[in-house]
């Protein structure tokens, strides 16, 4: 078994400690201790709704008739449906199916109120809402015969908990040639959004494993926005990440020349993300018209402000390190406990206040050194 983890947010200036585990990558943590609490009372969707066949959502009143209530609601958006929970201390966290796009997080700070730490938009379009930024997932699993996929569809398959403790929801993905199968499971607690996920490699050969897990984090503007304790680490300059979920901003990168071709390939970026659309396509022709040199460099600030364009993999950053918002007044203390790669990205500060673009991106990755899941091995991220 091999095993990897990392986390994320914390808007306080002390870090989060468990005394039991809590699988996966992310959380978002505000500013008391917790403790992890096993819930009971599972519920879940027949095995047979994960085959690989198109799969026609369950209506709202389905889904509120069996997992609903205890602290978790459903509403339907088009083709979609969102998962709402929230606890009795005011902790309130959405995510939308069958997308797995984690929209919203609340989390109840010190003077009494909450605060949104994600940065999430919707954009009116021909074809529908377009919802861009929160947190998502991209992942590509490889076979050593060159058969490739990527979940991007997540059908629910179980909800536990309640609103005074803990409230978990999991959803499973698998792909139609049985190459892996990846559960996804979003755990919202009193002080933690946290969550996990598990690759099951089914075949007898090697699996290559890329992808991030890349956050939206809601600032007043990046010129007023601080990371502190990057001093020292290596990274490399990369175009930046596109999927459905990324924003970026329109002309990203024309003044800084960020260049893309080099250490990723076009090929390789549209294998890598999922959702991948026109949209898409034109953001990445357009990166890889831009000229100029992929930069490799260490971090000379360990006060660095986020007001220029920034997209950058770092490969050497520490496991703890803040982001510090003058304009809001708060800061986030970022952990990062397995992914080697750390993802930043600012779209800079030529935006106004509170809008659209007044965001950065933290995020965990395997793009320059991708994990290796061996024959029917299982992958997890745990915490």
């Not at 979609?80 to 309130?92: A, D, I, R």
């Not at 993999?313 to 790669?341: L, M, Q």
Request: proline fraction near 6%; include cysteine.
């Amino acid at each position: 078994m091999t095993t990897a983890s990392s986390s994320f947010f914390s808007p306080c200036f002390s870090l989060l400690w468990y005394t039991k585990p809590i699988k996966h990558p992310i959380s978002l943590l505000p500013c008391h201790l917790s403790t992890p609490f096993q819930c009971s009372n599972k519920r879940e969707l027949p095995v047979a709704a994960v085959a690989s066949v198109p799969y026609i959502p369950a209506s709202v009143d389905y889904l509120e008739t069996e997992f609903g209530g205890h602290g978790v609601a459903f509403e339907g958006l088009g083709d979609s449906y969102v998962v709402k929970m929230g606890l009795e201390n005011g902790s309130l966290a959405s995510l939308m199916l069958p997308s797995g796009l984690i929209t919203s997080y609340k989390a109840p700070m010190w003077h009494g109120g909450t605060l949104e730490l994600l940065h999430t938009t919707v954009t009116e379009e021909q074809s529908g809402a377009l919802v861009q930024g929160g947190v998502s997932l991209a992942l590509d699993c490889e076979s050593d015969g060159g058969i490739s996929w990527s979940p991007s569809s997540w059908i629910l398959q179980d909800v536990r908990g309640n609103a005074e403790e803990l409230i978990q929801v999991e959803m499973i993905s698998s792909d139609p040639e049985s190459i892996a199968e990846v559960k996804y499971i979003v755990t919202l607690q009193p002080d933690v959004l946290s969550s996990e996920i598990v690759i099951s490699n089914s075949k007898s050969l090697p699996l290559q494993l890329t992808g991030s897990v890349i956050s939206h984090l809601t600032v007043s503007n990046p010129d007023a926005t601080y990371a502190i304790g990057l001093e020292g680490s290596n990274f490399f300059s990369r175009a930046p990440f596109f999927s459905n979920f990324c924003l970026i901003p329109p002309g990203f990168g024309q003044k800084n020349e960020v260049d893309s071709s080099q250490l990723w390939g076009l090929p390789g970026i549209k294998r890598f993300l999922s959702g991948w659309n026109a949209k898409n396509q034109n953001d990445a022709d357009r990166l890889e018209r831009m000229k100029g040199e992929d930069m490799e460099g260490e971090e000379e600030d360990n006060y660095k402000k986020l007001s220029s364009e920034m997209s950058r993999i770092y490969t050497s950053a520490p496991r703890n390190f803040t982001v510090i918002d003058r304009g809001r007044r708060n800061s986030v203390v970022v952990r990062r406990d397995g992914f080697k790669e750390l993802y930043m990205f600012s779209p800079g500060c030529n935006h106004e206040y509170y809008s659209k673009y007044t965001y950065i991106c933290v995020g965990q990755s395997a793009v320059l050194e991708p994990i290796i899941l061996g024959p029917e091995d299982v992958w997890k991220d745990i915490r």
